[in-house]
């Protein structure tokens, strides 16, 4: 590498330290809350609360994404959903969060 690419690598480097700076919210200004992800096997709710689970600040689920009944299972409709809710949440202040998933299983493995 010539000292031309060096120091331009050594510019980028430091341009991402200084927006990965500006991006932190510094600890005292955290608003926290709790986004409940409820996983079934015909829908996927994701439900953000605040920290005592009282509040409703956003809801979202699969099958407000996707047309057919079949698909609100799915990897898509899930990520959409987590995707809506949390756009709202950050719309109305929350920028940390707490995930509690909730799903059935068992340990039948």
Known sequence: ???VQAEEAEKKR????QQAQQAQVPKKNLKWGIVHIYSSYNNVIVHVTDLTGAETIARASGGMF???GRLEPT???ATR???YAMEIAKQ?????VHIRVRAP???KA
């Open 92 to 96: 109305k202040g929350i920028n940390a």
């Open 75 to 77: 990897q898509y409709a």
């Open 81 to 83: 959903a987590a995707s």
């Open 1 to 3: 590498m010539s000292s």
């Open 66 to 68: 996707v047309d057919a």
């Open 14 to 17: 430091e341009e991402k330290a």
């Open 105 to 107: 299983g068992g340990v």
